[in-house]
């Protein structure tokens, strides 16, 4: 934690009762945007999202802002079921920072390749800038960690991780930050996107069982 402008802490802790309280966080989020504060360090990795351009065949809501609005309106609904809902709020918000590292745009394929592991580290800088708790820095940051993962194990990728992914979090809190990620997108399908946690879960149950098997 380290010395700020009186304004940028007040407005951490002012993001943070508007993630734990609205119902709909990115009401207030959007009357902030053009705010000088929320233009300062550490909040410049968010304000940035806004010119950051996403793949229109996955995100046809438009830049990486647009869907951090739709994902943390998302995990509003669902905070009061994850067991650490403040950890999972500042998962939600932070999720994709590190896509303004990662995005790149070759022969207009956009893509943000490891933009998950950037944003894990990118999530620890934040908020280090406020928050003493290591322990809850970890937490968070190991969310956005392995957010991603729901794709990778159900597609059965290379980048799965499943024995990482429990060894350093949660996979239900996992599954639950994925669920509002896949959710917060134009034109998104509940019972589908609910079917692939299902399948993300029963996945990582097996995983579990197989590993005990062989001990």
Request: aromatic fraction near 8%; hydrophobic fraction near 35%; charged fraction near 25%.
């Amino acid at each position: 934690m380290t010395d700020m402008k009186k304004g940028v802490l007040e407005l951490y802790q002012d993001i943070e009762h508007h993630l734990m309280e609205d119902i709909q966080p990115s009401c207030y989020l959007n009357e902030i945007y053009e705010d000088p504060d929320f233009q300062e360090y550490p909040f410049d990795m968010l304000h940035k999202l806004k010119s950051i351009e996403q793949s229109p065949k996955y995100h046809p809501e438009g830049n990486v802002w647009n869907h951090t609005l739709l994902v943390v309106n998302e995990a509003a609904r669902v905070r009061n079921n994850s067991k650490n809902p403040l950890a999972f709020m500042w998962a939600a918000i932070l999720h994709d920072i590190g896509k303004a590292r990662k995005t790149k745009n070759r022969n207009g394929k956009i893509t943000a390749y490891d933009h998950d592991k950037a944003g894990a580290v990118l999530a620890c800088e934040f908020l280090s800038q406020f928050v003493k708790e290591q322990a809850f820095i970890d937490e968070v940051s190991q969310l956005i960690r392995y957010h991603m993962q729901i794709l990778y194990v159900v597609n059965g990728l290379r980048f799965a991780d499943i024995e990482g992914m429990k060894q350093h979090t949660d996979i239900n809190e996992v599954a639950l930050l994925g669920l509002c990620d896949r959710l917060g997108r134009a034109g998104s399908r509940r019972k589908e996107e609910e079917n692939n946690i299902r399948l993300f879960l029963q996945a990582c149950n097996s995983f579990s069982a197989n590993n005990k098997t062989r001990r």
